[in-house]
């Protein structure tokens, strides 16, 4: 049975409407689809790695991170450019994919780098804050070059810049300064240390001479005078036994023997009290003088001389004494020991013509020392 | 057939209309990449750092979401250039907001220069008072080398504030005021163990 034409056409008109929105469905279809979700998570991933600081603490990983998402980027306005069914974002997929796990991988390298950075900064930090420390506690009465203490000085300013640095985060920037102080702190601290090492080197003698000095008040049952460079001590002992101990001032270039005269060292040796000087007859208080130079004295000084270790010009040193007028707080005396004026009362008392005073370095080892 | 072809050219027009109805917001990209190239130039990443990163994020994701409508067969660029618009917005007050931060370090860092300078002078009229004939003492060569060295650290600072790098040069100057001020506190210390008036 034939259908009427204008049924037939009505057909044809439904049949071509329902076409269209089939053939647009198709045609919508057909289009090739751009990863827009991984080139959204590789975008996140970096956004992640920049706020985790991955540019400065994984900059090789972020960078090519960078990259690939620009690759990404540029591959997927490239094939937009080709006629739409023509399409093909696997390349851009790739580079999307690969751009999101390098900038995990920064993000995680960063985050365990700032910890790392921040772990080993504090260390550093305690560690030159320590050394800054030992300096000042083994050092701040020891007569280092200026040169030296310039450089404790820089390494000192740049540790605070460090610190200052680290507070705020920029760890970059803190290793950096750490550096530059660790080397110059460091230095100059080996340097002090290997300088104080060879001072006491003549630790054996002041050992024998503190020894002596001790064993004979013990033996005569008198006083004798020990007096300690190194501690800053001035110990007066009874029949074997410390009976005072007192804090003293040396001379302002007290590290060694004395070798000639204004040269600022307090001389090391065994001595004895020559004279007495009460008030008014001394501008210190009151003074004991000592038998500085003795012969051995003497007959070091003729030695440099001729082995030309001194000028000829050089004079001995002379006037060596235990004085008052002390308590300053630092060394200033021309070589001269210094106390308080009532602790010098109490020394000028039990002294005499005639008692021991031994000076020596030290009365106990360098790795006695106390840090 | 008439028909026919009449009906083939409409479906082709409307595809045509359809698929071509958005333009890339040119305009508008330009005008935010200005933006925050103008927050660049603002040292926004000196000194307001976070949000810089975040308006370069804001850029980065309407730049791949036009990207990804070019992508499309109807493209409505409408969304995009509200985020474009925002963008701009955002980067406008995160360029204010370095210029602000950058004021303010200018002035933390212009003040502790000035109160750092009065230290200093103090210092240099106390280190003369120190006690007499002491000049080879340790803890004098101390005191003379901290001056020396806190001096140099000012120049520095000075110098790097003269160059407009106001952040540097706080960051400097903290440190090299913390130490004018041990300092002034360490002399004062000597002078008054030495007894010696100031």
Redesign the interface.
């Known amino acids: 049975m034939r259908l009427k034409k204008p049924v037939r056409k009505i057909i044809m008109i439904f049949a071509i409407l329902a076409l269209i929105p089939l053939a647009i469905i198709f045609m919508v279809r057909m289009v090739p689809q751009p990863p827009q979700e991984k080139v959204k998570l590789a975008r996140i991933a970096l956004s992640e790695a920049t706020s985790n600081k991955a540019d400065t603490y994984s900059k090789n990983l972020y960078r090519e991170a960078k990259a690939l998402y620009d690759s990404a980027m540029i591959n997927w306005q490239k094939e937009n450019e080709r006629f739409i069914y023509f399409r093909d974002f696997q390349k851009v997929e790739g580079f999307a994919e690969q751009a999101a796990r390098k900038a995990e991988q920064a993000s995680k390298t960063s985050r365990n780098n700032v910890t790392d950075l921040d772990t080993f900064l504090r260390g550093k930090i305690d560690k030159l804050n320590n050394i800054a420390g030992l300096i000042d506690k083994r050092y701040s009465s020891y007569p280092l070059s200026p040169e030296v203490w310039t450089r404790i000085s820089k390494g000192r300013m740049l540790l605070k810049e460090a610190e200052v640095a680290f507070k705020k985060g920029d760890f970059a920037q803190a290793k950096i300064r750490i550096a530059d102080s660790e080397l110059l702190l460091t230095e100059s601290f080996d340097w002090a240390n290997a300088h104080l090492k060879d001072y006491f080197s003549s630790y054996p003698d002041w050992k024998k001479w503190a020894d002596k000095t001790i064993r004979e008040s013990r033996q005569n049952q008198s006083y004798s005078i020990l007096i300690d460079k190194y501690s800053r001590k001035c110990l007066v002992y009874l029949g074997g036994v410390k009976k005072y101990e007192y804090h003293v001032e040396l001379g302002k270039n007290w590290v060694g023997d004395k070798r000639m005269k204004g040269d600022g060292a307090t001389p090391e040796g065994m001595y004895k009290v020559v004279r007495k000087y009460g008030p008014g007859r001394t501008k210190y208080h009151k003074a004991l003088l000592i038998d500085y130079p003795n012969a051995t004295d003497k007959a070091e000084f003729k030695q440099e001389i001729a082995r030309g270790t001194l000028p000829g010009t050089a004079r001995i040193g002379s006037l060596i004494e235990i004085h008052g007028d002390g308590g300053r707080g630092i060394d200033w005396t021309e070589g001269c020991v210094a106390l308080t004026n009532s602790e010098m009362d109490v020394v000028y008392k039990i002294a005499k013509e005639g008692t021991p005073v031994t000076i020596v370095g030290s009365m106990v080892s360098l790795d006695q020392l106390p840090d | 057939m008439k028909n026919k072809v009449l009906?083939g050219l409409a479906?082709i027009a409307m595809?045509a209309v359809l698929?071509s109805c958005g333009k890339k917001p040119q305009a508008e990209i330009d005008a935010a990449t200005a933006a925050i190239e103008a927050a660049k130039t603002a040292e926004a990443a000196v000194y307001v750092p976070?949000e810089f990163?975040a308006v370069?994020?804001s850029l980065?994701?309407a730049?791949?979401a036009i990207?990804?409508k070019?992508?499309?067969?109807f493209k409505n660029f409408k969304g995009e250039t509200a985020k474009l618009a925002n963008v701009i917005t955002l980067a406008n007050t995160v360029t204010a907001n370095a210029a602000t931060k950058k004021e303010e370090v200018k002035a933390e860092a212009a003040n502790l220069m000035t109160a750092i300078k009065a230290v200093i002078e103090e210092n240099g009229k106390l280190i003369p008072k120190l006690?007499r004939?002491?000049?080879?003492?340790?803890?004098?060569?101390?005191i003379?080398?901290?001056a020396?060295?806190?001096d140099a650290?000012v120049v520095e600072a000075q110098g790097l504030y003269d160059k407009g790098s106001f952040m540097d040069a706080l960051?400097?100057i903290?440190?090299?005021k913390?130490?004018a001020d041990g300092l002034n506190a360490e002399v004062k210390?000597?002078l008054t163990?030495?007894?010696i008036k100031f």
């Open positions: 009906m479906v595809v698929t976070a990163a370069q994020d980065n994701a730049l791949a990207t990804e070019e992508s499309k067969l006690p004939g002491k000049e080879g003492a340790a803890v004098i060569e101390q003379k080398a901290d020396a060295t806190v650290s960051n400097k903290k440190a090299a913390e130490k210390e000597v163990k030495a007894r």
